[in-house]
């Protein structure tokens, strides 16, 4: 039961990365007035495109699922330092990069029995 609900929940942060990534490649236009708020060229998102996918595909592999969620992990706390260094605190854009970095996470934890083992044993 744990490994299907690790699946699910891998499977819906990848979705989310990937659908994020489409929307920057092919309609970064649609982007411009966030980008503009946080000070980011328009023309930078199909880069951010780019990493995500390279996020989501190593994230949805099996044997560099660890790796994906260090990098998902540092993307997504790289989006939450942009809205700090705007002078926000607890935003909703930081909000949701933090849910969908501790999902990443949480599918990993309930996919792999060594890595929930080893967490445990790292809190005892």
């Not at 929307?23 to 990493?51: C, G, H, S, W």
């Not at 997504?76 to 970095?101: D, K, N, T, W, Y």
Request: charged share 15%; aromatic share 8%.
């Amino acid at each position: 039961m744990q490994t299907l609900a690790g699946r699910a929940l891998s499977a819906f942060i990848t979705i989310v990365l990937l659908l994020d990534a489409s929307v920057n490649y092919f309609a970064p236009d649609l982007l411009k007035d966030e980008m503009n708020a946080v000070q980011f060229p328009t023309d930078r998102a199909p880069a951010l495109a780019i990493i995500m996918v390279v996020c989501a595909l190593l994230y949805s592999i099996p044997r560099t699922a660890l790796l994906g969620a260090i990098l998902v992990t540092g993307f997504f706390g790289g989006a939450i330092c942009v809205h700090l260094r705007m002078g926000e605190l607890f935003s909703p854009p930081q909000l949701i990069a933090l849910l969908l970095g501790t999902a990443a996470w949480g599918g990993l934890y309930l996919r792999y029995a060594r890595l929930r083992e080893l967490i445990l044993r790292g809190l005892a």
